[in-house]
Each structure stands twice: as C-alpha cells, then as structure tokens.
C-alpha cells in the first residue's frame, strides 16, 4: 500500500513541476492540470524504460563528452513524453534542454516536502491516541 501511495505522490509532484515548467520554461506547454498528471506517469513510464537503455547506448559519447551528453538524453526523454501525451508540448531547444533540468529540481523539492510532512499518515494499531 506504502509503495501505491509513493508513487501517487511522485507521480503528484511530477505533474507539479510540470505546470511550473509551463509557467517558467518558453517553449513547454501544459494544457491543463489532467494533462499534467497523466505526463507525469508517462515521463515516469519512460524514465524507467527507454531511459536506462538510450544512457547505456550512448555511454561512449556521454564519456568523450564528460557526462554533458546525458543532457540530451533526459531532453530526449521529456520530448518523447510530450508526444505520446496529448496537451503537453515540448518546443525548441531550450525547453528540450531546460525542461528537464527544472523538473529533476521541480520534483525532488516537492518530493522532499511530501516526505518532510509524513504524507501517509495511516492510522496504526498499535496506537492508543
């Protein structure tokens, strides 16, 4: 149960950064706040599929490159969501690029806000409140 609670929440504050992209980042555009939850699972769906292959595949240039090529890889990523989700566009190549950037900042905060508020808060039984 923790771990579909977890990913509601992850999932939450996904489509959270994704509205503050929209807001910040010219070239990003959410057309509202259901389409940003539903790129929010696809961007989760694709960061532990295709991500993890495309990284592996471009090793050698993400070497020669010193880490920097995986910037186009997560852009890559963040764009190939956007088409596969209707009312999310990614356009140009500073929303290619900054997108993803202000997200993993985006989502990690509220992640950590989620968390530092104890969310889940199930009653136990062993309590006797």
């Given amino acids: 149960m923790n771990n579909i609670i977890g990913y509601f929440f992850t999932t939450l504050a996904t489509a959270?950064?994704?509205?503050?992209?929209?807001?910040?980042?010219?070239?990003?555009?959410?057309?509202?706040?259901?389409?940003?939850?539903?790129?929010?699972?696809?961007?989760?769906?694709?960061?532990?599929?295709?991500?993890?292959?495309?990284?592996?595949?471009?090793?050698?240039?993400?070497?020669?490159?010193?880490?920097?090529?995986?910037?186009?890889?997560?852009?890559?990523?963040?764009?190939?969501?956007?088409?596969?989700?209707?009312?999310?566009?990614v356009n140009g190549l500073l929303a290619f690029i900054l997108g993803p950037i202000i997200l993993s900042f985006a989502s990690t905060f509220l992640n950590n806000y989620f968390a530092e508020k104890n969310i889940d808060q199930s009653p136990s039984l062993t309590s006797n409140k």
């Fill in 16 to 89: 959270l950064g994704l509205l503050i992209i929209d807001l910040l980042v010219p070239g990003v555009n959410i057309a509202n706040f259901p389409s940003a939850l539903v790129a929010g699972v696809v961007i989760g769906l694709v960061n532990s599929t295709i991500r993890p292959v495309l990284s592996i595949l471009s090793l050698p240039i993400n070497f020669l490159t010193l880490g920097l090529f995986s910037l186009v890889v997560n852009g890559f990523c963040f764009w190939l969501a956007s088409l596969l989700v209707p009312g999310f566009a």
